[in-house]
């Protein structure tokens, strides 16, 4: 299986911060590399797929970069609703794998 | 809307069965393949099964392999998850989710999800 590895985890980040994470695969995925947001009682939501797309109806302080094993997604000026886990997911190789979850935290 | 709606959750003692449901509506459920993703308490997110929008191709993680089946009626627009022979390890909130047809499987649309507990 892939193997995908966030950093740094967590992230201390305050009001108006630009915030990188960072997803490293354990083999080349191309760009089949989808970014996921968070927050306790909700489900996920999704944020940016193939590595550089913006989903529809997400903030463009959202985007996201890379190809083959390393990947960023950065947030420009972070708002309060952002303070959430992000998770990465390959899914160039059946079984998908997600990352262990990045916590932006105060 | 557009929304999933998961059911069938439940307390299982180990080695026995449960059969979830995620009830599709609001869109053509019959061009979406779904997946059903699931998280343990206290931990990430862990990718369990897919089918395609026509149920030609099904795909599970290896820890399900074997004991969960995903299917689909879409009758019904409602895709199933039988799992059978369950473990302490399946415990974990269940959720399902469409593919957006990006051709990156990424997923748009997510229910709220299904607790399932294993214990004896």
């Known amino acids: 299986d892939i193997q995908m590895t966030q950093s740094p985890s967590p992230l201390s980040a305050s009001l108006g911060d630009r915030v990188i994470i960072t997803c490293r695969a354990s083999q080349s995925i191309a760009n089949h590399l989808n970014w996921y947001q968070k927050k306790p009682g909700k489900a996920p939501n999704l944020l940016i797929y193939?590595?550089?797309n913006l989903q529809s109806g997400v903030p463009s302080r959202f985007s996201g970069s890379g190809s083959g094993t390393d990947f960023t997604l950065t947030i420009t000026s972070l708002q309060p609703e952002d303070f959430a886990t992000y998770y990465c997911q390959q899914t160039y190789i059946t079984p998908q794998t997600f990352g262990q979850g990045t916590k932006v935290e105060v | 809307q557009v929304q999933l709606v998961e059911s069938g959750g439940g307390v299982v003692q180990p080695g026995r069965s449960l059969r979830l449901s995620c009830a599709a509506s609001g869109f053509i459920f019959s061009s979406y393949t779904i997946h059903w993703v699931r998280q343990a308490p206290g931990k990430g997110l862990e990718w369990v099964a897919l089918i395609w929008y026509d149920g030609s191709h099904r795909f599970y993680t290896d820890s399900v392999k074997g004991r969960f089946t995903i299917s689909r009626d879409d009758s019904e627009s409602t895709v199933y998850l039988q799992m059978n022979s369950l473990r302490d390890g399946d415990t974990a909130l269940y959720y399902c989710?469409?593919?957006?047809?990006?051709?990156?499987?990424?997923?748009?649309?997510w229910g709220q999800g299904t607790m399932v507990t294993v214990s004896s």
């Open positions: 989710a469409r593919d957006s047809n990006s051709g990156f499987y990424a997923l748009d649309i």
């Open positions: 193939a590595a550089s």
